[in-house]
């Protein structure tokens, strides 16, 4: 038996591949929830409380400071940050799709 169809003998020719900056005629807004990191510097000018011993010596004040966040994290201004260096999203979660809004007709 012959095929007579007009797609009989031809290839089989995929569908272009949308424009990575063209919005696809399926697209979707999706309410998500998004976890990141950020590394950020900051300059905090504020008053902390050690040792005697440790304000006289730069390189130990710097440690104490560095491992005992207590003694100045809440005087920190998260708003106040110099320049994000650095983003990595760690987890995204789908919350809910948002239908496409009517046109009214």
């Known amino acids: 038996m012959t095929d007579t169809s007009e797609a009989a003998g031809r290839a089989h ?7 990575d900056d063209q919005p696809g005629d399926d697209e979707v807004a ?3 929830c998004i976890r990141f990191t950020e590394t ?16 006289a010596n730069r390189l ?7 491992e005992d966040e ?18 990595d ?3 995204v979660q789908r919350l809910k799709a948002i239908p496409p809004a009517s046109s009214g007709h």
Not at 13 to 19: H, M, R, T
């Open 30 to 32: 999706v309410r998500v």
């Open 13 to 19: 020719i995929p569908p272009p591949k949308p424009d």
């Open 60 to 66: 130990a004040l710097k440690e104490a400071i560095a």
């Open 89 to 91: 999203v760690l987890a």
């Open 40 to 55: 950020c510097t900051y300059e905090l000018n504020t008053t902390v409380s050690v040792p005697g011993d440790l304000a």
């Open 70 to 87: 207590d003694l100045w994290f809440d005087g920190l201004d998260a708003a106040r940050c110099l320049g994000v260096h650095e983003r």
